[in-house]
């Protein structure tokens, strides 16, 4: 497995484009099934779970090619609904075929895609909403782990949501688009990227209002056409190098920001001390000052200030000047940088009551051997190394490469010292 090597103490100074993002690329590239036509889509982020969502569309007889960032997807022609265990296994975003596939073909196979290291991440929500649509889900084996679902048609119907699934929402309105009837979603999950999921199918001639709030009405068409569609940047890439920065006492701009995506957690950066000057789709990040600690910073689904930037938090919260709290709202187990930041000497406790993490600050961190366990962990890991006195070597890697393009590149051209290894350090 691949690590990353970094040289902690440069302040990061310079300009950076920040890349597509990864999660309006992965619904929309699933929701490409739903045309029989072809897509072009442009902005899109050269990152492995793109990548593996490619392989499962051209499993599925799809056709796939890059220029650039830019990828054409034509799904004229689809030969199978079965979408390979092996694809699950590698990454559950593969569940988003669900919804695609059953609007499309009336039929899906699908391995239950597993957990992860941040949580079970069961699809009960995706499964009880799409079964009120007429669609019958059957397991194919007695492990129950491969799903058949099927259907004569789907029905439009209204589905209430407990909690508002980003995934579930984005499934159920794949599933309901070319559906007879009219589906309601209520207490659908409002996040950017499932605006950005209604708006390539509002484009492509699906009928969809409600798009940004936590009540969705989609009313079934008969066909999609192609469309050419530019995704926006990643808010979360873009959360991250804005907290690298902070947290380095740098000062940068960063272009093509997607700054409407990003107000809570702009804010709670500016918590901490940093300043963020916004303009257009730029914003300019510098601080000068010891991070001020947070008293509680709480995840909450979307316009609350997301999950995926928790990680990020913390390890410049460990920096803090005083005691800080964070109450991970979203996920069981999203704490496992918490021992690879004691390695490197945070000072973290964990409370099982509330999912808390309470950190006080110490003046430095050093560096230090340390695993990435997910996507966003690793990439934290990297904020903290970069302010780590001496050098910081962050394991299996590859995890972080589902997620950023090229995350030493970028951070590379803003003076760090960081580099790419092929292989782990013993
Ligand atoms: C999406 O995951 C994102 N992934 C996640 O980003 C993000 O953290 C999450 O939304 C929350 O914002 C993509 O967009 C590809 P959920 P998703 O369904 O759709 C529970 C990253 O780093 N739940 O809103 O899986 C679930 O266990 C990733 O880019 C059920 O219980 O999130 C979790 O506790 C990590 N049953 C909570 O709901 C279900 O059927 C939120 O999950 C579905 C979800």
């Not at 992860?116 to 991440?121: L, Q, T």
């Not at 950017?192 to 209002?209: F, K, M, Q, S, W």
């Not at 808010?235 to 809570?264: C, Q, W």
């Not at 099982?352 to 990439?379: E, F």
Request: hydrophobic share 40%; charged share 20%; proline share 3%.
């Amino acid at each position: 497995m691949s690590s990353i090597e970094v040289i902690g103490g440069e302040q990061l100074k310079g300009e950076l484009k920040i890349q597509g993002s990864k999660n309006a690329a992965l619904p929309i590239i699933a929701a490409t099934i739903l045309n029989k036509g072809t897509t072009v889509l442009k902005n899109c982020p050269k990152i492995l779970d793109v990548f593996y969502m490619v392989e499962i569309l051209r499993s599925l007889g799809c056709i796939a090619t890059w220029d650039g960032n830019t990828l054409y997807i034509d799904s004229t022609t689809v030969t199978s609904t079965k979408v390979s265990d092996d694809s699950v296994q590698k990454m559950r975003s593969s569940i988003y075929f669900l919804g695609a596939l059953i609007g499309r073909c009336h039929e899906v196979t699908i391995a239950y895609p597993g957990g992860c290291s941040i949580g079970k991440r069961p699809i009960d929500f995706h499964l009880n909403a799409i079964k009120k649509m007429n669609v019958i889900q059957e397991f194919e084996d007695e492990e129950e782990t491969i799903l058949h679902c099927y259907t004569s048609g789907i029905t439009g119907n209204d589905i209430f949501f407990d909690f508002p699934s980003v995934g579930a929402t984005q499934n159920v309105i794949m599933a309901a688009v070319l559906s007879t009837g009219t589906t309601r979603i209520f207490n659908a999950a409002r996040e950017p990227e499932v605006i950005e999921l209604c708006d390539y199918l509002i484009e492509a001639g699906a009928r969809i209002c409600g798009k940004g709030s936590a009540y969705l009405q989609v009313e079934g068409v008969k066909n999609l056409n192609g469309v050419e569609f530019t995704l926006s940047s990643d808010r979360i890439v873009a959360g991250t190098y804005m907290t690298a920065i902070a947290a380095t006492y740098g000062e940068a701009l960063l272009t093509d920001v997607p700054l409407k995506n990003l107000d809570s957690t702009i804010r709670i950066l500016r918590k901490t001390g940093c300043n963020i000057d916004i303009s257009n789709d730029n914003c300019k990040i510098s601080s000068v000052r010891r991070p001020l600690p947070i008293e509680l910073l709480k995840t909450q689904p979307y316009p609350g200030f997301p999950t995926d930037m928790q990680s990020q938090l913390m390890s410049i919260l460990c920096l803090a000047d005083g005691k800080s709290t964070i109450m991970e709202g979203i996920f069981e187990s999203r704490y496992q940088n918490v021992p690879e930041l004691v390695k490197m000497g945070a000072d973290i406790e964990l409370e099982a009551i509330g999912n808390k993490a309470i950190i006080t600050g110490v003046k430095h961190l050093h560096g230090a051997i340390v695993d990435a366990h997910d996507l966003r962990g690793g990439a934290a890991l990297v904020i903290a190394a970069l302010t780590a006195q001496g050098t910081t070597v962050i394991r299996e890697a590859t995890s972080v490469e589902r997620g950023y393009e090229d995350i030493c590149r970028d951070l590379n051209s803003l003076g760090a010292n960081i580099r790419f290894c092929s292989e782990n350090v013993a």
